[in-house]
């Protein structure tokens, strides 16, 4: 059984940061490719950033240059550092498991945590 647990979500001012983890029991996850979607009122869920099971890693244009992803598989733990925030990054952030094919497109499998809210006021 997979279980995908997120925290870290809080409210902050514009150009501030916050630190979202996802703790991930699986078990293969040393395995899987991970990522981060978000989804704010409205819109279709996006994918922000995605991480191999090598630690190789992209983020989004949108997020670019203020957004990092990481992991810890002796943790079973994935991490998104979000810095100088926007207000369009309000969302709620999830953490999904899922597979990199071999041409490099990320393929989310059906295990999502229940989300963790993300607010930036400006």
């Known amino acids: 059984q997979v279980q995908l647990v997120e925290s870290g979500g809080g409210s902050v001012q514009a150009g501030g940061s916050l630190r979202l983890s996802c703790a991930v029991r699986?078990?293969?996850?040393?395995?899987?490719?991970m990522a981060w979607y978000r989804q704010a009122p409205g819109n279709k869920r996006e994918l922000v950033a995605l991480i191999g099971n090598g630690g190789t890693s992209t983020v989004s244009e949108s997020v670019k240059g203020r957004f990092t992803i990481s992991r810890d598989n002796a943790k079973n733990t994935i991490v998104l550092q979000m810095n100088s925030l926007k207000p369009d990054d309000t969302s709620v952030y999830y953490c999904n498991l899922g597979v990199i094919d071999t041409g490099g497109q990320y393929h989310a499998m059906n295990y999502w945590g229940k989300g963790t809210l993300v607010t930036v006021s400006s």
């Open positions: 699986a078990t293969a996850f040393s395995s899987n490719a």
